[in-house]
């Protein structure tokens, strides 16, 4: 099947939080890779265009194909990285109130700065449109925790797929990880 703008940009309008959406979406991207550059420009108008309660959603899409296009070859990685400074910063700018969507966003940049999926100095360009005044970013304090679980790699995803999709509070994070430790008891 060829690709074609206005199928992609209907995938677009239905893709939802589920992570077989995402992965589902991504893979198809990933299949018509030949046409990242198209794919990547349908996706940053239509993030613009999204209200804001789907662009971390969009922000998902983007991790997963950019995660799991990078063993057939770079050509998201670089179309990515054309629009990724602006695309953050219309993301951050409609989230300003929002401090979880932050922290996911953070989230985001902190697995791709790990995973040296882009340099640090394009990480830090990104970081830099994370709105003034919320404390450090997560992804600056190196704080990795165990968050969204479309965030995670392919691997790490099937290990988890019994975990809820609700990202866990830092809080809980680290009591589960002391019960399984023994440091407390989980009554």
């Not at 979880?100 to 791709?112: E, G, H, P």
């Not at 640090?120 to 704080?143: E, M, N, T, V």
């Not at 165990?146 to 099937?158: E, H, V, Y």
Request: charged fraction near 25%.
């Amino acid at each position: 099947m060829a690709f074609n703008t206005g199928s992609f940009v209907g995938k677009l309008i239905e893709l939802n939080t589920s992570q077989q959406s995402i992965q589902t979406l991504s893979g198809w991207a990933i299949h018509h890779r030949r046409n990242a550059q198209q794919i990547v420009d349908v996706w940053f108008q239509q993030l613009t265009k999204s209200p804001k309660e789907r662009k971390l959603l969009f922000m998902f899409l983007s991790n997963d194909i950019i995660q799991n296009s990078k063993r057939k070859g770079n050509e998201f990685t670089q179309e990515f990285s054309r629009v990724l400074p602006d695309a953050l910063s219309h993301t951050y700018k409609s989230a300003v109130d929002d401090i979880k969507t932050i922290k996911q966003i953070d989230r985001i940049l902190a697995i791709w700065k790990e995973r040296e999926i882009f340099g640090k100095d394009f990480i830090d360009k990104l970081q830099s449109h994370r709105p003034k005044g919320l404390g450090k970013a997560d992804s600056d304090l190196g704080i990795l925790g165990d968050t969204d679980n479309m965030l995670k790699s392919p691997s790490k995803r099937m290990r988890s797929s019994s975990n809820s999709e609700r990202p866990r509070s830092r809080h809980s994070y680290q009591i589960s990880h002391q019960v399984r430790a023994g440091k407390c008891s989980a009554g």
